[in-house]
């Protein structure tokens, strides 16, 4: 059963306490809860949180559905397209879904203000890896920001392999051969991607090296599934049961010590170690605790 909006939010005001500043509303699809403005509105009233921001996949994201969310107080919309043809993205994405309508919806999110609007491409050599200039063509000088992402090992499920991998220092060379650019400084401490400016002027790209340049150590990302789960790693394949706590009636004390303890006992290295140790047996699927 998944945690109601009250529950989300009780939890969200005590990872406010404990110093989470930056929230994001992910999923699997996060759109697909009714009403998710109603969460929205409850989340931008917690004192501390300056973040507020939501990764879709664009299926329902529409003109009406964008001005919504931005009245009820969110600040941005991060939309996952892996290609800009229907035969690579269907590859990509295990879905039918028209890039047309990613499209339709990046540009609604765009005109609602809900910016800046930032697209995650996940690179994978020999399905996608040819549209990476595409890609970034088609969104210079828009204001519309690309990350282009490693491919990963998330999960049980989606078959991967170290030589399908892409490295960023790869992407950023493609990049390079068509426009020139430069480095900027991180934002703020804990930021995954590195990110680039071209130099005429035409915005910013950013490329997440989570398999080639891990940053476990710097890690301050944690997970709180549908279901009440709190997961320190994208690779966990457990969590700690929040939702048990909630409805047992344990007072805000309790949820504190018990998260503090949570992250404070954490060992995740997973990216730092993939190449040197077994696969886990286990692991949860992004689209139940998000990317």
């Known amino acids: 059963m998944v945690l109601s909006f009250e529950e989300i939010a009780r939890l969200a005001g005590i990872f406010a306490l404990l110093g989470v500043v930056k929230i994001r509303l992910t999923g699997g699809e996060p759109l697909l809860?009714?009403?998710?403005?109603?969460?929205?509105?409850?989340?931008?009233?917690?004192?501390?949180?300056?973040?507020l921001c939501l990764t879709t996949n664009g299926s329902l994201l529409d003109a009406s559905k964008a001005r919504a969310l931005k009245a009820a107080g969110l600040g941005r919309v991060t939309v996952s397209l892996d290609a800009l043809d229907d035969r690579t993205f269907a590859s990509m994405s295990d879905s039918q879904l028209p890039v047309s309508r990613v499209l339709d919806a990046i540009v609604a999110a765009h005109d609602a203000g809900l910016t800046p609007v930032k697209v995650n491409m996940v690179v994978r050599r020999g399905i996608n890896d040819s549209c990476v200039i595409p890609m970034a063509?088609?969104?210079?000088?828009?204001?519309?920001?690309?990350?282009?992402?490693?491919?990963?090992?998330?999960?049980?499920?989606?078959?991967?392999?170290l030589e399908e991998v892409v490295s960023a220092r790869s992407i950023i060379e493609q990049l390079q051969s068509q426009w020139p650019m430069q480095p900027l400084a991180a934002?703020?401490?804990?930021?995954?991607?590195?990110?680039?400016?071209?130099?005429?002027?035409?915005?910013?790209?950013?490329?997440?090296?989570s398999?080639?340049?891990?940053?476990?150590?710097?890690?301050?990302?944690?997970?709180?599934?549908?279901?009440?789960?709190l997961f320190t790693c994208l690779f966990a394949a457990n969590g700690l049961d929040l939702r048990a706590l909630l409805r047992a009636g344990c007072d805000d004390g309790i949820l504190v010590e018990a998260i503090q303890s949570g992250w404070l006992q954490r060992e995740d290295r997973y990216s730092e170690l993939r190449t040197r140790v077994s696969k886990p047996n286990s692991k949860i699927e992004m689209s139940y605790i998000g990317g």
Request: proline fraction near 2%; charged fraction near 25%; hydrophobic fraction near 35%.
């Open 211 to 229: 398999v080639t340049q891990p940053f476990c150590g710097n890690c301050s990302r944690a997970r709180l599934s549908s279901d009440g789960k």
């Open 187 to 209: 934002r703020y401490p804990g930021e995954v991607a590195n990110t680039w400016r071209y130099l005429d002027g035409g915005g910013e790209i950013g490329v997440i090296a």
């Open 33 to 51: 809860r009714r009403d998710l403005e109603t969460l929205i509105a409850k989340l931008v009233l917690i004192k501390g949180i300056d973040d």
């Open 137 to 161: 063509a088609h969104f210079r000088n828009t204001g519309v920001i690309v990350r282009f992402i490693e491919y990963m090992d998330v999960g049980q499920s989606n078959g991967w392999r």
